[in-house]
């Protein structure tokens, strides 16, 4: 049996990481390492909590006295990092989280993996560090580094951490850039599960600005298979693009989810601009594609139809994570726009 450190595994891809990992393997322990931040559930696993392959673990990847003790306990081969403050509109009102989660978390992981003999580490990283594209092209591992939110600058400042790592103290590190992902357990902060709730509920659907910026997005399994390839079989030092080859502008992405659960267009509202909106990410995925066969699964249409009914059939999910808390975020968030 081997032991991986999954961090961030009850987050939205974190959970579907981990119950693919449980589901599709016989030889791995998945220490699971979680802080329970708003965008940690455990309910997302509660099919997984009693397997004897998962050890949840509750702690901050910043809390190093903690995370030393993890890697003491379960002598972990590798490492995969998810944790991170990932909402890009609440690192425009509070920034300062996501330098500490975002950096110091992960350089206070990376410290810890050196120490104890971590076989290889892989970051979960995203296609925001190279900023914003113009109408045509796509972000290659070689386009350069310019990111332009906070969250954005924080995860850039972290690959940098993992690259030095790699270059100084020759420790086998990973990073992955995927582009915007959806499916089962999003929160509801995020534009699809947004959408997707405030349409059950009939209440209007903020597009911000003229709602003609565009994203690439991939189902949340493919970003998974994905990770998983670069964990096994990717070179160490080396960058990842991800993408869904799949490109949407956010008014179409709107229309369609409003076409499939039979609502009317006029649920729609314009409203004020995310401040530095990025105008266009695309990835090319042609690296992973052919050094790592990997490929994707479903189709855009196949993946937002599965989306979708697992909304419609997890109404209790969706009803507990925007109960409390949620109400609050989003009238401090949407109410002066
Ligand atoms: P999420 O916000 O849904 O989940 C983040 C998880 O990290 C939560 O379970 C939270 O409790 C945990 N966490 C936060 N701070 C922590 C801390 N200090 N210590 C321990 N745990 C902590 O995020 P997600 O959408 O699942 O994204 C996971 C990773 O993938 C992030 O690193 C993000 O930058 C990256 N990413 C996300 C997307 C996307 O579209 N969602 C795309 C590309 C990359
Ligand atoms: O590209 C990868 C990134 O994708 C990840 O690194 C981030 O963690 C993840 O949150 C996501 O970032 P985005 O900012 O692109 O995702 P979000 O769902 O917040 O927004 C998608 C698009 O929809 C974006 O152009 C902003 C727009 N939007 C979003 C919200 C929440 C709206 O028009 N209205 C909204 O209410």
Known sequence: MKNILVTGGAGFIGVNFVRMLLNETDDI???????????????SLDDCLNNERHIFIHGDICDINKVED????????GVINFAAESHVDRSITDPDIFLKTNIMGTLSLLRASRKFNVKRFLQVSTDEVYGSLGLTGKFTEATNILPNSPYS????????FVRAFNHTYDFDTVITRCSNNYGPYQFPEKMIPLCINNILKNKNLPVYGDGMQIRDWLFVKDHCTAIWEVFNK?????VYNIGGSNEKANL????ILLKILNKPESLITFVKDRPGHDRRYAIDNSKIMSDLNWKLSVTFEQGIELTVKWYLDNKKWL???TSGAYQNYYSNMYSNR
């Open 153 to 160: 600058a924080s995860k850039a400042s972290a690959d940098h």
């Open 70 to 77: 993890t890697f003491e306990r379960y002598s972990p081969e």
């Open 319 to 321: 009803e507990n994570v």
């Open 234 to 238: 990717g070179k160490s030092g080396e």
């Open 29 to 43: 322990n998945v220490i699971n390492y979680d802080a329970l931040t708003y965008a940690g559930n455990l309910a």
């Open 252 to 255: 179409e992405l709107v229309k």
